[in-house]
T-cell receptor, first 109, second 114 residues
């Protein structure tokens, strides 16, 4: 079942912060975060694993609440380059990602 | 050096035709995927291969037939194309078939069926 992302869209000014949430109805093995710019491929940002391990870019931070089956992506001091659509992908059994509907982020000067 | 490449980038064809999309990865990964992204940007997995073996087939019409000649290549053949097949198709790869590893996506193939 597809995870639910919120908000669906957000507009920021440069320097502002944002939080994107991802919620699943099933127990999670891992949560992935990807960013997709218009006309381009999704690009990996971060993986959060059951048990607490994280892998990803140093400038990106995220949390994973295993009990609540939720993850949040924190974008701080946003830059113009952060604009794009953010997808979370959830993995319940350790072998396949199901992506959420995406969160469109626009950062304005 | 492109990590995951796809050809063609654009494909415009008529209903009823048959077409193929090719994907290659030079990352040495064991696992490759096909995803479909529709006009609402919803990204959905179609197939996954691990070392040339099909491991995921997500309720895709049998008009779609993937083939993996070796672990670096994954092709997608589509028979009798329909209007609803219009979408962007992404190939991706990961080190192994596990949610513990990130996926690297190709640039996508935009298929338009008229």
């Amino acid at each position: 079942q597809q995870p639910v992302q919120s908000p669906q869209a957000v507009i920021l000014r440069e320097g502002e912060d944002a939080v994107i949430n991802c919620s699943s109805s099933k127990a999670l093995y891992s949560v992935h975060w990807y960013r997709q710019k218009h006309g381009e491929a999704p690009v990996f940002l971060m993986i959060l694993l059951k048990g607490g391990e994280q892998k990803g870019h140093e400038k990106i931070s995220a949390s994973f609440n295993e009990k609540k089956q939720q993850s949040s992506l924190y974008l701080t001091a946003s830059q113009l380059s952060y604009s794009g659509t953010y997808f979370c992908g959830t993995d319940n059994a350790g072998n396949m990602l199901t992506f959420g509907g995406g969160t469109r982020l626009m950062v304005k000067p | 050096d492109t990590a995951v490449s796809q050809t063609p980038k654009y494909l415009v064809t008529q209903m009823g035709n048959d077409k193929s999309i090719k994907c290659e990865q030079n990352l040495g990964h064991d696992t490759m995927y096909w995803y479909k992204q529709d006009s609402k940007k919803f990204l959905k997995i179609m197939f996954s291969y691990n070392n040339k073996e099909l491991i995921i087939n997500e309720t895709v019409p049998n008009r779609f037939s993937p083939k993996s000649p070796d672990k670096a290549h994954l092709n997608l053949h589509i028979n009798s194309l329909e209007l609803g097949d219009s979408a962007v198709y992404f190939c991706a790869s990961s080190q192994v078939a596990s949610g513990a590893y990130e996926q690297y996506f190709g640039p996508g193939t935009r298929l338009t069926v008229t």
